[in-house]
């Protein structure tokens, strides 16, 4: 059995704790929110190569968004944002779209929406 692929892939920087980041690590399955075009929107993130993050860390992230179809063709490879707990903690550049347009399509399938692969947006 094959598994889906995240949404998306980034490089995430976590703001140091002097700069107003957060007091201690994060691990696998975090979710934090995600702020881009001046929308929050809830995200669960993996992080593949490390158990754990610390403030002042860059890492690679998988990036999961709660509602996929709301983001396909909006997000792009390039396309920067902050993630937010409360305040800002990090902030991102997606480098990949990876499963984003699957994972649309079967929210959508699921909401009774049709899958056209050309769908961009609510």
Known sequence: ???TPHDVEALLTFL????GGRLGPVFSDWRPMLRY???LWIVRIDFPNTPS???GDKVLAFIDFLSPEAHFGKLSAGTFFDIIEGRKVAYGLITKLAGLEE???RARERA???SN???RGP
Not at 16 to 19: M, N, P, R, S, V
């Open 53 to 55: 993050v610390n403030p």
């Open 16 to 19: 140091g704790t002097a700069e």
């Open 112 to 114: 009774g929406m049709p």
């Open 1 to 3: 059995m094959s598994e």
């Open 37 to 39: 075009d001046g929308r």
């Open 103 to 105: 994972s649309a399509r």
């Open 117 to 119: 692969n050309r769908w």
